[in-house]
C-alpha cells in the first residue's frame, strides 16, 4: 500500500472516530479541512483559502497579487481580508477555475479594487447564457491549451484540456511549488462528491483530461474541495475509479439487468474505502448509465 493511501485512511478513521462510533461510517466521513474560513501557506507568498466547502489560491509577487476563485460574494469579502493580513500590494487579477457558481460568485469587491477578470474565453459562452448578478464577467480571455499568466517576477500556469466538466475549466499549475490547483474533477479521496449526480461531467472526456493531468510536472493538488493537499496519484485514482465505474455499469447493461436496478447494483470493491462510497457509489453509477443512453 503506497504510504499516502495509509495516511489517508489513518486520517479518515481519526476523524470519523471522533464524530461517530460506528466504524462502518469511515467511508462516509467528511473530508478534512471544510468550512472555514482558513488560509494555508504553501510556499513563498503563496497561499490557499478555504470557505463554505471551497477553496482557492492567491499569489503574492512584488507587483501584486494573482486571486483565483471567489467562490461567492461572503467568501469573497472573508478571502480580501485574508490576502491584506499577509500584503498591502493590489489584487491584480482574479483568475476563475470554470464558470460554476459555487467558484466563482462574489468577483465584484476585486473588480471594485482594480483587478483584470481572467477566464477561458469558452466560459463567456455559459456567462452570457446563464447569468448571474452575482458572477463578473471577465476582462480578458485566452483561447487555447495553455496561458502563462505573469506578474512580479513570478508565473501561473494556465491549462486547458477542452470538454471535462464544462468545457471551459482551467487546470493551473504553479511552478514553485511545483503543485496544481485543481478543481472539481478530482476531490481526493472521495468519489464523486457533493450530490452524486456528476452534474456537467463528460465522462469519456473527464478520463482523457485525466490521463492528461496525471502527464503533467507536479507533486501534489490543491483541490477546489476536499484537503488542502493531495498527491499526484489522488488524480490517477479518480481516473481509475472513473474507468471501473463506467465498465460495470456498462456491464450491468449488457447483461440485461432492468434499468432501475443497475446504479444499485454497482460495486466497487477495490474503491470502497473512498469517501461518500456507500452514499454517492449508485448515483455516480447512474449519471454514467445516462452517459451510455445519451452518448455524453
Ligand atoms: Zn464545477
Not at 218 to 238: C, L, N, Q, S
Not at 243 to 253: G, I, P
Not at 259 to 270: H, N, S, T, V, Y
Not at 279 to 293: G, K, M, P, Q, V
Amino acid at each position: 500500500m503506497r504510504p499516502h493511501q495509509t495516511m489517508a485512511g489513518a486520517m479518515a478513521l481519526c476523524i470519523v472516530a471522533f464524530f461517530s462510533p460506528h466504524s462502518a461510517a469511515i467511508a462516509q466521513g467528511a473530508p478534512p479541512y471544510f468550512g472555514g474560513p482558513k488560509t494555508v501557506k504553501l510556499g513563498d507568498g503563496i497561499y490557499s483559502f478555504t470557505k463554505q466547502n471551497a477553496r482557492n489560491i492567491f499569489i503574492v509577487t512584488d507587483e501584486g497579487v494573482i486571486a483565483t476563485d471567489p467562490i461567492s460574494p461572503d467568501a469573497a469579502a472573508d478571502y480580501m481580508a485574508e490576502i491584506r493580513k499577509v500584503t498591502d500590494k493590489p489584487v491584480k487579477y482574479l483568475v476563475y477555475s470554470h464558470q460554476h457558481w459555487d467558484h466563482v460568485r462574489g468577483g465584484q469587491i476585486f473588480k471594485d479594487a482594480g483587478a483584470t477578470v481572467l477566464s477561458h474565453q469558452a466560459c463567456m459562452t455559459y456567462f452570457h447564457r446563464d447569468p448571474n448578478p452575482d458572477v463578473v464577467l471577465p476582462d480578458q480571455t485566452f483561447e487555447g491549451p495553455r496561458f502563462d499568466l505573469e506578474l512580479g517576477g513570478k508565473t501561473l500556469e494556465l491549462y486547458h484540456f477542452g470538454r471535462n466538466h464544462g468545457d471551459c475549466l482551467i487546470v493551473m499549475r504553479i511552478p514553485e511549488i511545483n503543485a496544481i490547483f485543481l478543481v472539481d474533477l478530482v476531490t481526493p479521496y472521495g468519489v464523486s462528491g457533493g450530490s452524486g449526480l456528476i452534474n456537467d461531467f463528460y465522462p469519456t472526456d473527464w478520463i482523457r483530461s485525466l490521463k492528461e493531468i496525471e502527464a503533467m510536472e507536479f507533486d501534489y493538488m490543491i483541490g477546489g474541495h476536499g484537503p488542502p493537499k493531495a498527491p499526484h496519484w489522488a488524480v490517477t485514482e479518480r481516473r481509475e475509479y472513473l474507468e471501473a465505474l463506467m465498465v460495470a455499469v456498462k456491464s450491468e447493461m449488457d447483461s440485461g439487468t432492468t434499468p432501475g436496478d443497475i446504479a444499485g447494483a454497482i460495486r466497487l470493491p477495490k474503491f470502497q474505502h473512498l469517501w461518500n462510497y456507500d452514499r454517492l457509489l449508485a448515483r455516480n453509477a447512474e449519471r454514467i448509465r445516462a452517459y451510455y443512453i445519451l452518448g455524453w
